[in-house]
């Protein structure tokens, strides 16, 4: 399955022995402190290659083995439990909880009466002993058999009352986690504190559990699976008197217990927990599937390490452990400098992550990290990976500190420090050249002949800032530059005076601001009609536009505010105020009619034809991308030259095109770098757009910046 590693059956006595004690020593760490080298997918793997060795040589089965164990065998505690806290078996695929389900109904000899489908809470079991309704002892699952006296921690869990609602005696399971938020929570007071922040959740939770006499307190939170003493009819009747009791359950969260009557019902309740992983305010490793009658589960009985009807379908983890090999700092289109890590490659949910965001500078410190460390790593979904803390206990000795740079990597000037994102002290002129060239593009003002070495020369001479200046560009100031004739200066001051009648929409569209393509640019543009009422819009205004929510409205309003003196001098300079932004609605009518507007008011073509009207019509991805679909064929160079052709699929997508491997009619763009076959012929035969990585690389801009910058 995606991301899961399987680990080799040992091949001899020997190598099966290592591998029992790769896991005994791996079980022990992660029941300690959730500290370990093997990834929870790795772990998983080896005790099946142990399990696979074991069934094979029956008579070799070592007494250390972890298999059949209760927490691999690794954790001890002295205080007894009142009924042993067993484990669950696992399953790693709908097939194989198909055969599971079926298994169980053939022990039963009847169909299970109903299931009950929940998440797997990725935290660790505890069990809280209530007498007379008080919470009177808190105990971790240990080795099942006995666990260790956690009382202590009992009054920082969020969800396990002090006081039941009834004076009951009685036991209640269930799990002690950290959520996102009271995980970054406590790393902050960590590092306030100076200690060294938790790799991930779980190690915080196991963490804190154990901790006594801090100088701060870290916030749980518990969620009731169940209990001993409470006679309820089935599982989901057991859930909700646990609720009356005050516990909490996973009830109050998305991904709600739910009652299922068929196997059918089963799968697609995992599938929806599964996609609702990502948006979860805590970690799941899996879904629990448990026969919810309390009769079936009375007749199904338990084994000794696990109860025989309930099961876990576990999902790969977001978690992994590699190594930091490098940090490099990218100098983002408005100058900030931002630190992204160079990892050893490493699989997460069947996508190989080869670099992850650091945020900002003191965000390495906070994390104290160093070059050559074994690192957690995040990812969920469609996030930018990251870097979650160190393995600080698998340190050689052979690790460096990260250099941070002294001066922007880019044109050497000064690095404003003064924030937690480093910038360069000439903020978006750092990068005058980029957002130049950017504003110059096809899809922007389109000016031809700022593409290449142009920009660059302007930029040097100290003609242009920033945009605004190209429109008080002299023929004179042009002539003056090497490789300038009077043809060519005529053309691009011919192009220039065009692009000053381009329409709005292109004309926001070359400002960069973040979070804003072509598409979003659009939007705004019909939607307020011209700059003046743009500028004067405020976040509420911003987020009646499509697409644009709370956040990004703060952004663009605050990006704006920079901009405010290259905006002036548009304005001053008579840019995008010719033309009025036609009203936009989706349809043929509105569409001709927009594009014969802006085409005779701009008098040159630019932005109308078939792009005007195509813009004006359809209603698409955003991205520059939008609309187009991508073949990547061929290696690729410069800043793409990292980039695996997943890495390079997931761009395209989040440039808003459509990404596919293979060239067809269909496909609108090739990107073709050295050594491109078969398909670069074939999109020649099919009339496909062409370009190489570095003219690709201009065409995302923005985008990739943020991309690679992290
Ligand atoms: S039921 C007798 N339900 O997963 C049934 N366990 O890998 C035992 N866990 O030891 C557990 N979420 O720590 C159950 N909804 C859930 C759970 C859950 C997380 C943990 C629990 C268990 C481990 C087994």
Not at 584 to 589: K, P, S
Request: with cysteine.
């Amino acid at each position: 399955m995606t991301g899961m590693k399987d680990a080799a059956v040992p091949a001899s006595p020997a190598a099966y022995a290592t591998a029992v004690a790769t896991a005994v020593s791996a079980a022990a760490a992660y029941y300690a402190d959730g500290a370990t080298p093997l990834g929870d997918d790795e772990y998983d793997a080896l005790v099946r290659a142990i399990a696979a060795y074991e069934l094979a040589h029956p008579d070799e089965v070592l007494p250390d083995s972890p298999s059949g164990k209760v927490a691999g065998g690794a954790a001890v505690g002295d205080v007894p439990h009142s009924v042993p806290m067993l484990s669950l078996e696992n399953v790693f695929s709908a097939e194989e909880l198909a055969d599971w389900a079926a298994g169980l109904e053939r022990r039963l000899a009847r169909p299970v009466a109903a299931w009950c489908v929940e998440p797997k809470l990725d935290g660790l079991a505890v069990a809280a002993r209530y007498r007379s309704g008080r919470l009177a002892r808190l105990i971790t699952r240990g080795d099942g058999v006995a666990g260790e006296d956690i009382s202590h921690a009992a009054e920082a869990i969020l969800g396990l009352p002090q006081e039941l609602g009834e004076p009951l005696d009685v036991e209640l399971r269930g799990e002690v986690l950290l959520t996102q938020e009271q995980f970054d929570r406590a790393n902050e007071l960590r590092t306030a504190h100076g200690a060294t922040p938790f790799a991930n959740p779980r190690n915080g939770a196991a963490g804190t559990l154990r901790a006594k006499d801090r100088a701060y307190r870290v916030e749980l939170t518990f969620f009731a699976y169940g209990a001993v003493g409470l006679d309820e009819s089935g599982h989901s009747a057991l859930l909700a008197r646990l609720a009356d009791l005050g516990a909490g359950t996973a009830a109050v969260t998305a991904a709600a217990p739910r009652r299922c009557a068929t196997l059918d019902e089963v799968q697609q309740r995992v599938e929806e927990i599964t996609a609702l992983r990502a948006e979860l305010p805590f970690g799941i490793d899996g879904v629990v599937i448990k026969a919810d009658a309390a009769a079936d589960q009375e007749l199904a009985g338990e084994g000794s390490r696990a109860p025989r009807w309930a099961v876990a379908r576990k999902l790969p983890a977001r978690h992994k452990v590699t190594r930091l090999l490098d940090v490099e700092w990218n100098v983002g289109r408005t100058g900030v400098i931002a630190p992204r890590a160079v990892l050893d490659p490493v699989l997460i949910e069947g996508v190989t992550v080869t670099y992850a965001t650091l945020h900002n500078p003191a965000d390495i410190t906070r994390r104290g990290l160093m070059i050559g460390d074994q690192v957690f790593v995040y990812r969920a979904g469609d996030v930018i990976p990251r870097v979650e803390a160190p393995l600080v206990e698998q340190r050689t000795g052979a690790e460096r500190p990260i250099a941070f740079p002294e001066a922007c990597p880019r044109c050497g000037d000064a690095i404003d420090t003064s924030q937690q994102r480093w910038r360069c002290v000439r903020g978006r002129g750092c990068q005058a050249v980029a957002s130049i060239r950017y504003a110059a593009g096809r899809d922007q003002l389109d000016i031809e002949g700022l593409g290449g070495s142009r920009a660059v020369q302007l930029v040097e001479a100290g003609f242009v800032d920033d945009v605004a200046d190209l429109f008080t560009l002299t023929k004179e100031q042009l002539l003056t530059l090497e490789r300038m004739g009077e043809t060519s200066t005529d053309k691009l001051l011919a192009a220039i005076e065009a692009a000053r009648l381009q329409p709005l929409a292109r004309v926001f569209c070359a400002l960069g601001v973040r979070g804003t393509g072509r598409t979003m640019s659009r939007r705004i543009a019909a939607h307020f009609g011209s700059m003046a009422a743009i500028r004067a819009a405020d976040q509420d205004a911003l987020a009646e536009v499509d697409g644009i929510g709370a956040d990004k409205a703060v952004m663009i309003i605050t990006e704006l505010a920079e901009l405010a003196p290259v905006l002036e001098k548009l304005a001053a300079r008579d840019v995008g105020q010719a033309v009025r932004e036609p009203v936009r609605r989706v349809g043929a009518d509105a569409g001709a009619g927009a594009g014969a507007a802006v085409g005779s008011a701009a008098g040159t073509g630019a932005g109308t034809g078939a792009d005007g009207v195509a813009d004006a019509e359809r209603v698409e991805a955003e991205g520059p991308l939008a609309g187009q679909a991508v073949v990547v064929t061929g290696a690729m160079t410069g800043r793409l030259a990292a980039l695996s052709r997943n890495e390079m699929n997931e761009l395209i997508e989040r440039a808003g095109g459509k990404a596919s491997s293979s060239v067809s009619s269909r496909t609108t763009l090739l990107v073709a770098g050295a050594k491109a076959g078969s398909k670069l012929g074939k999109a020649e035969q099919l009339g496909v757009r062409v370009i190489g990585p570095e003219e690709f690389a201009e065409l995302l801009g923005d985008l990739l910046g943020d991309l690679l910058g992290g």
